[in-house]
């Protein structure tokens, strides 16, 4: 052959009726090796994370140490946001894709489970004299196959099915918590613009008070043209403001109608009523944090996928060994079948074994050893994360909590001060105009408490999404 080897087959097959090579296969069943088993959450960590020295507590300060508990929307106390989840959880698109991949996910995972069983199938022939090939025989089969998964190849693709699921599974749940939190967020978003429209309105009228006001003082001649054109600048910028604040109003309903899967026509009713701040969050210990949040456990199961997979591709080097048995039986019309009794039957064994493949088998070991690296490198990539995302978030829910204690006491302030102006006013030591000047200051300092509320309503979801803590019970899997 010009001094080149053509190998035409990879595999010698040896087929054997024999019931000495059957016994054989049989003798070497499923269970004759130990099936190695995926890295547990614990062990990942100390592998993958080997840089990170987890602390005993938290490092932020502001939450209990008691365990993280489900059912974080209902402390909120909202009724319209908690109907709003039941409306997103049911028609939102991005959710129903990640449930789609979840039954895909477990379909797959009984199908791998279904290479572990034998297989039946039915074969026949029939026809006259002039069939399709003219030899006019009949005849029908039942043939049964089994693999006896000897080194693992079957099980190992199993195990990364079910791992595949469970991941599957995982990414749904924290899809549905991450789903919830942005509604829950942009909600009390919208609620604060409501709420701060309402002010800048109340603002834009006292701010023409104060333009007639200094009209009033022009034409006496205790004020002049520059201060009437700032007191007019005034009303301009409170109104250009109020401007903005519908602008961002309407995206925030087109931004939570998107969630629930609704048309974003930004007709969804918004109130200005913010719900009172919640008590400090159970946060449990930091030590708890992987094996409870979704994420991290979707990228875990990752890890056992590709573990699995590994252990799969070098079983696949070894020799494949399956059971064989048929039943049938055959006749002829133009031909005479000697020695052929009916019904006809057989049991043998069939061995498969790698010779040569040019290394593709040692490549796909390889390949999938490098995919069990990189799903190890994602899983210290999220897990580190999700430590940064809880300190993060307590961090800023404990400035937010001080932050509003400094915007009551100067909204406190304020309202005193407004309360000595108006009394001044009523007896007759100053004019309208400084009580006017101070209303304007007390909006602007309940915007601001506003704000701050508004934050730490948001943070507060935040903190629970990055604990992984769940918003309730009704959104466990249903898978």
Not at 315 to 344: H, M
Request: charged fraction near 20%; charge should be neutral.
């Amino acid at each position: 052959m010009s001094g080149e080897i053509a190998v035409k087959r990879q595999f010698i097959r040896v087929r054997s009726g024999g019931l000495l090579v059957a016994a054989a296969a049989l003798a070497a069943g499923p269970g004759c090796i130990h099936l190695h088993t995926a890295p547990s959450t614990t062990e990942l960590a100390s592998k993958a994370l080997p840089h990170v020295a987890v602390p005993a507590q938290w490092i932020a300060q502001g939450t209990s140490p008691e365990a993280v508990q489900s059912g974080w929307l209902s402390e909120l106390k909202d009724p319209a946001l908690e109907a709003l989840a039941a409306e997103a959880i049911t028609y939102n698109p991005d959710l129903q894709v990640a449930q789609a991949r979840v039954e895909q996910s477990r379909i797959l995972m009984d199908a791998a489970g279904g290479a572990l069983q034998p297989t039946l199938a039915a074969a026949g022939k029939g026809g006259g004299k002039l069939g399709a090939d003219a030899s006019g025989v009949r005849g029908a089969f039942l043939l049964a196959s089994w693999e006896i998964d000897v080194w693992g190849r079957i099980r190992y693709g199993r195990m990364a099915a079910s791992a595949q699921y469970s991941s599957a599974v995982a990414d749904a749940a924290y899809a549905r918590q991450s789903l919830v939190a942005s509604l829950a967020r942009a909600w009390f978003g919208a609620k604060e613009l409501t709420a701060q429209i309402d002010l800048t309105q109340k603002s834009i009228d006292s701010a023409q008070q104060l333009v007639t006001l200094t009209q009033v003082r022009a034409r006496v001649g205790r004020a002049n043209d520059g201060d009437v054109a700032a007191a007019e600048a005034a009303v301009a910028g409170y109104q250009d403001s109020l401007r903005e604040l519908i602008r961002a109003r309407a995206q925030a309903q087109r931004a939570i109608e998107t969630l629930l899967g609704r048309y974003p026509a930004a007709e969804l009713a918004v109130s200005a009523d913010l719900p009172p701040a919640p008590p400090a969050a159970a946060a449990g210990l930091p030590s708890q944090l992987l094996e409870r949040r979704p994420d991290v456990i979707a990228a875990q199961q990752r890890v056992a996928v590709a573990f699995a997979r590994t252990e799969e591709a070098s079983a696949a080097r070894f020799p494949q060994i399956s059971l064989t048995a048929a039943i049938g039986t055959i006749s002829s019309e133009v031909f005479l079948l000697k020695n052929v009794s009916n019904p006809l039957w057989s049991v043998g064994a069939e061995f498969a074994a790698p010779i040569w493949t040019g290394g593709r088998l040692q490549a796909a070991v390889s390949a999938r050893a490098a995919e069990q690296q990189a799903a190890s490198a994602d899983f210290a990539r999220i897990g580190a994360r999700s430590f940064a995302d809880v300190e993060n978030a307590i961090d800023a829910e404990a400035a937010l909590r001080e932050r509003a204690a400094y915007a009551a006491a100067a909204l406190a302030a304020q309202r005193r001060a407004l309360g000595v102006t108006e009394v001044e006013f009523r007896v007759g030591r100053t004019d309208e105009r400084p009580v006017v000047q101070q209303q304007l200051r007390v909006r602007a300092a309940e915007m601001n408490a506003l704000h701050i509320h508004a934050e730490t309503l948001s943070q507060r979801v935040m903190l629970h999404l990055a604990l992984g803590g769940d918003f309730g019970a009704a959104a466990a899997p249903s898978s």
